[in-house]
């Protein structure tokens, strides 16, 4: 049986164990869904299992489990490193959603679940694909999975396992499946991610919250102090104003410029999905570039006061903001962080106190283009697309690839199939049927192309 007919052959069943994958809620930001994040560990390990793995082991951290399982066929054959999550982000606002979250349902031609693309729709490509490999004799190389719990809350016990396990991880090349695709048909590899400074920060006035009437003009407003703050952190070309923010970035030639240029675009399309009107960043900049090339400062959620039905007229005792920085190449997570706080601590005014909570961070990460590894990707993509994949670089990041680099001495591959417009993090988050096969259809050519060209 080829490994096309054996997909077809099995392609309900794909789907249904993706489902039951899917259906449990993995989110490891919450502790309420703890359980869940266990019980999505062992079915990882099962499923790894079922599709011919060995020495499957759920290991420990100090937080959620990593699975690790290996098919070694030959020491002499090369060896790919698998990684993916099974962690996935909270489902809010639950009211946004028009299908639940983790009780998925196909629509047009994609699975709606928390979890569908980020990660586990692309995660679970890659153990089926596995499962073609040794169902139909066609596994040229090692294979190594390494499946973690909390890629979506920072890998803080990834770099420990990595360092303990040098030895056992010992590999060619890193595969991973979290990026994207730009269209259906126009496949395209990621060579760069930015790297990310994530904080909170908390602005505290008076000793409980007041009534404004009384209070109101006399006392610091946390939640006005806390926005002004935010404002004035861009200037009028939304420009960052963080001392030293840019002193570290790369700038792009006008060459490289003119290349990333090439890549297929409609800004009215863009516009169009969002609902938007016009677009907004860094004045002088394409959208493109302002979210792939240069860095950026986002407030993800703020708070503070009454904010329940009805009317409560009071100044909050405090007001809390969470902030992410997405980074480019050589800015380094923890001098932005620092940066963010020694700003942000100065930039108070004396009626309130603040305090800057970092939370997690990662390298932006550019990988090469003329390496075997990119090769073997391309073509295989090129043989399945019909169409040599476009190299992009991409605005998201994942912290944990430039471990992989300083710790394991390994370069990754970045061979997602996701699409921009799958609303991963959002409500309604979705992955095509089509990016699915397709992922599990291309990612064994991966194999076959980098196992004859490492001979």
Same mark, same amino acid.
């Given at each position: 049986?080829?490994?096309?007919?054996?997909?077809?052959?099995?392609?309900?069943?794909?789907?249904?164990?993706?489902?039951?994958?899917?259906?449990?809620?993995?989110?490891?930001?919450?502790?309420?869904?703890?359980?869940?994040?266990?019980?999505?560990?062992?079915?990882?390990?099962?499923?790894?299992?079922?599709?011919?793995?060995?020495?499957?082991?759920?290991?420990?951290?100090?937080?959620?489990?990593?699975?690790?399982?290996?098919?070694?066929?030959?020491?002499?054959?090369?060896?790919?490193?698998?990684?993916? $999550?099974?962690?996935?982000?909270?489902?809010?606002?639950?009211?946004?959603?028009?299908? *639940?979250?983790?009780? *998925?349902?196909?629509?047009?031609?994609?699975?709606?679940?928390?979890?569908?693309?980020?990660?586990?729709?692309?995660?679970?490509?890659?153990?089926?694909?596995?499962? !073609?490999?040794?169902?139909?004799?066609?596994?040229?190389?090692?294979?190594?999975?390494?499946?973690?719990?909390?890629?979506?809350?920072?890998?803080?016990?990834?770099?420990?396992?990595?360092?303990?396990?040098?030895?056992?991880?010992?590999?060619?090349?890193?595969?991973?499946?979290?990026?994207?695709?730009?269209?259906?048909?126009?496949?395209?590899?990621?060579?760069?991610?930015?790297?990310?400074?994530?904080?909170?920060?908390?602005?505290?006035?008076?000793?409980?919250?007041?009534?404004?009437?009384?209070?109101?003009?006399?006392? +610091?407003?946390?939640?006005?102090?806390?926005?002004?703050?935010?404002?004035?952190?861009?200037?009028?070309?939304?420009?960052?104003?963080?001392?030293?923010?840019?002193?570290?970035?790369?700038?792009?030639?006008?060459?490289?410029?003119?290349?990333?240029?090439?890549?297929?675009?409609?800004?009215?399309?863009?516009?169009?999905?969002?609902?938007?009107?016009?677009?907004?960043?860094?004045?002088?900049?394409?959208?493109?570039?302002?979210?792939?090339?240069?860095?950026?400062?986002?407030?993800?959620?703020?708070?503070?006061?009454?904010?329940?039905?009805?009317?409560?007229?009071?100044?909050?005792?405090?007001?809390?903001?969470?902030?992410?920085?997405?980074?480019?190449?050589?800015? $380094?997570?923890?001098?932005?962080?620092?940066?963010?706080?020694?700003?942000?601590?100065?930039?108070?005014?004396?009626?309130?106190?603040?305090?800057?909570?970092?939370?997690?961070?990662?390298? *932006?990460? !550019?990988?090469?283009?003329?390496?075997?590894?990119?090769?073997?990707? +391309?073509?295989?993509?090129? $043989?399945?697309?019909?169409?040599? *994949?476009?190299?992009?670089?991409?605005?998201?990041?994942?912290?944990?690839?430039?471990?992989?680099?300083?710790?394991?001495?390994?370069?990754?591959?970045?061979?997602?199939?996701?699409?921009?417009?799958?609303?991963? $993090?959002?409500?309604?988050?979705?992955?095509?049927?089509?990016?699915?096969?397709?992922?599990?259809?291309?990612?064994?050519?991966?194999?076959?192309?980098?196992?004859?060209?490492?001979?």
């Amino acid at each position: 049986m080829t490994q096309e007919q054996y997909i077809e052959t099995n392609k309900n069943r794909f789907l249904d164990e993706l489902f039951t994958l899917l259906r449990i809620a993995s989110v490891s930001a919450d502790p309420k869904y703890s359980a869940e994040v266990f019980k999505t560990a062992d079915a990882v390990a099962d499923s790894l299992k079922k599709a011919g793995a060995e020495n499957i082991e759920i290991c420990p951290t100090p937080g959620y489990p990593i699975v690790y399982g290996e098919k070694i066929i030959d020491k002499n054959l090369p060896t790919v490193l698998v990684y993916g $999550h099974y962690d996935v982000q909270p489902p809010d606002p639950i009211d946004l959603w028009k299908s *639940p979250p983790f009780e *998925p349902e196909i629509r047009d031609g994609r699975i709606y679940a928390r979890g569908a693309c980020d990660d586990k729709g692309q995660m679970y490509m890659h153990i089926k694909a596995f499962e !073609v490999m040794m169902n139909t004799g066609t596994l040229p190389c090692n294979i190594k999975f390494m499946i973690e719990g909390e890629e979506e809350v920072g890998s803080s016990n990834l770099g420990p396992f990595l360092e303990k396990n040098r030895e056992r991880l010992k590999a060619d090349v890193v595969l991973v499946s979290d990026t994207g695709i730009i269209a259906n048909d126009v496949p395209s590899i990621t060579t760069g991610l930015r790297g990310l400074s994530y904080v909170e920060v908390e602005v505290t006035g008076p000793n409980r919250d007041l009534h404004s009437g009384i209070y109101g003009g006399a006392v +610091a407003n946390p939640i006005n102090i806390l926005c002004e703050m935010i404002a004035a952190m861009k200037d009028e070309n939304n420009h960052i104003t963080i001392p030293g923010f840019y002193s570290d970035v790369v700038e792009i030639t006008t060459e490289e410029r003119a290349e990333m240029a090439k890549a297929p675009f409609s800004l009215e399309e863009y516009k169009a999905h969002l609902d938007l009107s016009d677009i907004h960043g860094e004045t002088g900049f394409s959208t493109n570039e302002r979210v792939s090339i240069r860095p950026t400062l986002d407030v993800n959620g703020i708070w503070g006061g009454y904010t329940g039905e009805g009317a409560k007229t009071v100044i909050a005792s405090k007001a809390f903001a969470k902030i992410s920085m997405r980074l480019v190449p050589n800015q $380094h997570p923890d001098k932005i962080t620092e940066l963010f706080k020694n700003y942000f601590e100065k930039a108070a005014p004396k009626s309130v106190k603040v305090e800057v909570r970092p939370h997690h961070g990662g390298f *932006p990460v !550019v990988t090469p283009t003329d390496s075997i590894e990119y090769k073997a990707a +391309a073509k295989a993509m090129e $043989h399945t697309f019909g169409k040599k *994949p476009v190299p992009v670089r991409t605005g998201g990041s994942i912290p944990i690839i430039a471990l992989f680099e300083n710790i394991l001495g390994l370069k990754t591959v970045l061979m997602g199939f996701g699409l921009d417009s799958d609303a991963i $993090h959002s409500p309604n988050e979705h992955y095509g049927v089509f990016n699915y096969f397709k992922g599990i259809e291309t990612i064994p050519f991966f194999y076959k192309f980098y196992a004859e060209m490492k001979k």
